[in-house]
């Protein structure tokens, strides 16, 4: 999955975990973006444990 957007100052954007346009997410807590079938309900599972 390309990175398209990143929102200022959202988790994405933080110096400890910045991610920049154009990157490509290859996998979310080691499981690999092909393998997961719903992409976002994953990445927010991540950001709530994360930031929640």
Known sequence: MR????????PADRE???LHV???ITAVDGTPV???DNFTAC??????RVCG
Do not use: N, Y
């Open 43 to 48: 990445w927010s599972i991540k950001w709530t």
């Open 34 to 36: 092909a393998e997961v």
């Open 3 to 10: 990175i398209r957007h990143v929102v200022p100052r959202s």
């Open 16 to 18: 400890e975990s910045r």
């Open 22 to 24: 154009g990157e490509v």
